[in-house]
């Protein structure tokens, strides 16, 4: 679920059945919820890789992180375009 607050800040909640996705979500969530739009765009989510997040990861859910954070951006990216 996302939609944006009344303080402008992107509101994020997610779930999954998968455990291990249900960590990478709640993870980015926790990250980037109750953000700016343009905080969203800007984040420099460098801990990532540095704590080897991808590396524990078979390819195909190393992917999804990409994608899930690839698409959160998307939406801070789109959220303040629309703000403006």
């Known amino acids: ?6 303080n402008g800040h992107v509101r994020f ?3 999954s059945d998968a455990i291990i996705t249900k960590g990478m979500v709640a993870l980015m ?3 980037l ?3 700016k739009p343009t905080d969203i765009t800007a984040a420099d989510l460098h801990f990532v890789n540095e704590i080897g ?4 990861l078979s390819p195909t859910r190393s992917n999804g992180l990409a ?14 375009v629309k703000d403006k």
């Open 1 to 6: 679920m996302l939609h944006i607050d009344n």
């Open 53 to 56: 997040l991808s590396e524990h």
């Open 13 to 15: 909640t997610a779930d």
């Open 33 to 35: 919820d109750d953000q």
């Open 29 to 31: 969530v926790r990250v």
């Open 67 to 80: 994608s899930m954070i690839k698409q959160m951006k998307i939406y801070g990216m789109a959220f303040s």
